[in-house]
């Protein structure tokens, strides 16, 4: 046995705080963990679509995009995400990961400022990292805290946010940061990855539910939530598009994506657009738990996540066990993944729950957490 001793302090010090993670199978219990807000995966809306060309389809593309990785089928499906989207080019990433990684690492030079939100992903939190430039947090969705700290940056600036916060639910105040970033002539990065599906008519955004794209530098859409498949998009302007593939290490130094991959990307944007129904489903679960009265803080949510929040994690392990023995698939969020008693159950609804799936959920989380 390899003597690797050295990790067991970092290891021991997580199960001292109870918040030592692994690895679960799916066993048949109510999804309200997973991303699949749309039910595309779990109704396989994917699957029969591509069952006669898969065998066409190669399953890998041999080299990065600017070698061999480059073919017919992944220009033409960025050309139709951009149109869709209503921007100058669109270039795909191998995940959404990657996707913040390479953007945010390289657009931002030395002597710039990047502002983030506080409660921003970690790929965006890396991404920043991993540039030359200054960056600071604001306070989640303070546009006053934003304020204050444009007026003491320099360089050129990049303001960075989330459309829907994974761990909130919530929404940034994007009509105030464009207003802000235009009034300081500032530059905009938003994530729309939980967004994607879900908000705009035709589930294209936030950005584009409120008109804003001329408005916003860059978007990033990711494909593993309500797309139900895999990687994600940067959208732009051509600059940006001939920028990234020039210096964005994460997709200058990958294998690109393959044709098996890119006709699911491709496929998903033909269905997820027309879901009107799964979409008014969803909205009408969000309204009834939003409306229901239980036992424990629940933060103000009009997306799928909805949170929980119950401090410490020994007791909000507590409580997704209960649900879970209940049959209802719920995770607990522990600390340090968020602020210490600020310990959540994430709860995610979908369009293939029901009402009664949800008044289940409602009624247990009124309840004595040990029965």
Known sequence: MYPDDFLQMKLNERRKNKSLRGLRLPDGKTDFCSNDYLGIVTH??????????????????????????????????EKEISVFHQSDAALLFNSGY?????????????GDTVLYDHLCHASIRDGIRLSFAHAFSFAHNDMADLEKKIAQAGG??????????????????????????QKNNAHIIIDEAHATGILGERGEGLVQQLQMEAA?????????????CHAAVVLGSLALHAYLLNFARSFVFSTALPEQVVA???????????????????????????????????????????????PGNEQVKMVAEKLQRNGLDVRAILYPTVPKGKERLRITLHAFNTVEEVEKLVSLLGADPAN
């Open 44 to 77: 396989s809306k994917l699957i029969s679509p591509m069952a006669g060309q898969n065998s066409k389809l190669k399953p890998g593309s041999t080299g990065s995009r600017l070698l061999t990785g480059n073919y017919p089928l992944i220009e033409e499906t």
């Open 98 to 110: 990657d996707a913040n990684i390479g953007l945010l690492s390289s657009v931002p030079q030395k």
């Open 156 to 181: 050129t600036v990049f303001i960075v946010t989330e459309s829907v916060f994974s761990m909130d639910g919530d929404l940034c105040p994007l009509v105030e940061m464009v207003s802000i970033a």
């Open 216 to 228: 916003v530098f860059a978007r990033v859409h990711t494909f593993g939530k309500a797309c139900g």
């Open 264 to 310: 699911v990307i491709k496929e998903s944007y033909c269905i997820f657009p027309g879901m009107h129904a799964e979409r008014k489903q969803l909205q009408q679960l969000i309204e009834q738990f939003q409306s229901a009265v239980i036992g424990y803080e629940k933060l103000v949510s009009v997306t799928p996540i909805q949170i929980v929040v119950i």
